[in-house]
Every structure is written in structure tokens, then in C-alpha cells.
């Protein structure tokens, strides 16, 4: 990226790829992963994780009634806890509260990695992976357009022993009670004033649009765009 954005000879004949996701599916993705994972980290008392001093701060200076702060007291009342087991006692609300401060990080990652990549105009392209999943030909077929492939349709044909629309894990994804519950703690998200002060301004410089009045997702958006 950096010869890229350098502009040396080097960083003329290279392209970037970069693979997100919506913040919002991290965070719901991590609270339904992390109440059933077997990962050793999530199921160990005392997670190094939750003594960073951001759940102290939280829990100190925010109002009693705002969500996220009841979530970091959750998680400063009961730290010697594993995250699965915290995340398995909490209502919904508050767990993808905790979930979403674990991710600030990961979150901040991203927002650093695209405003690196803007100074690579038109030879960076960013996909959504989510979008990429439910558009795998479309997708594929801008991703090796963009890479120059020789033969894109062959390219896409090779790639697509590794869609997963009909694997375990995406009939799983698409458990109609799993998939109300997503739509029903998206809803959620949109209206807590912590996420749309610290989470939505990334969504919005990802060029995601906002959740939607019932939490349904936009099957037809395009899954990869240029970085300019």
C-alpha cells in the first residue's frame, strides 16, 4: 500500500483488495459466535480483555440508563466471568453492547486501513463480505475484471467451488429465527446514541447505507466498489 500510495514503479503495476465487513455484522456475528464458540479465550475466567481500562471509563462516566454503560458495569461486576458465560447471562441489548466495545479495535483497524488506501485512487477496490456472499458471481466477476484476469469467466468459475451459499454454515446463517433476531438487534443498533456517535460514521465513510427501518438488509446493493 505504501509503494501505492508513494506512487513508486513498484506500487504502479500492484492492485489492492480489501475484504470488510459491515461493522454492524462483526459485532452481531461475534455475540452469536461467542455465546456457542469452544475458543479457548472466550471460555477462560479472567479474559485479559476485559481489563482494559475502557470498561471502567464506561461504566464511570456514562449515564445509569445508557446501554453501553450498563453493558462495561456488566463486564466490570463480573470480569472474573469468561465472555461466553457473560454473554449467555445478559439480555440481548446488553450483550451486543459488550460485543461492540470488544470490536472498538477491530473497528478502528478498519477505519485507519481505508483512509490509507483513499490516497490509492481507482487501484484499490473494497467488497462487503456479506454482499459478496449473496452476489458470488457479480462479485467475483468485478474482482477479477479489476485484477485484469485474462479470462474472467473462467476465474469466476474456479472461485466458485468456494461459494458457500449452500454449506452448513449459511444454512445455519439463515435460520429464520436466527435471521429475526439479526434484523431485530440491527433495529436496536440504529437507535442507541453510542453506536450512531461511534460506530455509524465508520459505516457511513465504508459508503454503507443506514439500517434500514425494519432491519432488513439490501440484497441488491453492489458488493464491491473502487476506493477513490
Not at 439463515?174 to 433476531?181: A, K, R, V
Amino acid at each position: 500500500v505504501d509503494m501505492i500510495v508513494n506512487g513508486t514503479d513498484q506500487g504502479k503495476r500492484l492492485k489492492v483488495l480489501v475484504i470488510d465487513r459491515d461493522p454492524v455484522e462483526i459485532i452481531l456475528s461475534g455475540y452469536f459466535y461467542h455465546r456457542t464458540t469452544t475458543e479457548i479465550w472466550a471460555n477462560t475466567p479472567n479474559w485479559p480483555g476485559f481489563l482494559v481500562p475502557f470498561w471502567d471509563d464506561y461504566c464511570r462516566d456514562l449515564p445509569e440508563d445508557d446501554i453501553m454503560g450498563i453493558a462495561a458495569c456488566t463486564v466490570v461486576e463480573r470480569r472474573n466471568e469468561t465472555l461466553k458465560d457473560i454473554l449467555n447471562a445478559v439480555d440481548a441489548p446488553t450483550g451486543v453492547m459488550i460485543e461492540t466495545a470488544r470490536v472498538m479495535n477491530e473497528l478502528e483497524h478498519l477505519r485507519r486501513s481505508r483512509d490509507i488506501l483513499a490516497g490509492a485512487s481507482d487501484v484499490a477496490m473494497m467488497c462487503i463480505l456479506d454482499d459478496l456472499v449473496r452476489q458470488f458471481n457479480t462479485g467475483f466477476t468485478e474482482i477479477f475484471d479489476f485484477l485484469e484476469a485474462p479470462d474472467v469467466d473462467a476465474c469466476v468459475r474456479l472461485a466458485s467451488q468456494f461459494d458457500i451459499t449452500n454449506s452448513r454454515k449459511s444454512v445455519h446463517a439463515m435460520d429464520p429465527t436466527l435471521t429475526s433476531m439479526r434484523q431485530t438487534l440491527r433495529i436496536f443498533l440504529s437507535y442507541v446514541p453510542w453506536f450512531q456517535a461511534n460506530v455509524e460514521p465508520l459505516r457511513i465513510a465504508m459508503d454503507l447505507p443506514p439500517i434500514s427501518p425494519d432491519g432488513s438488509t439490501d440484497a441488491s446493493r453492489p458488493p464491491c466498489q473502487l476506493l477513490t
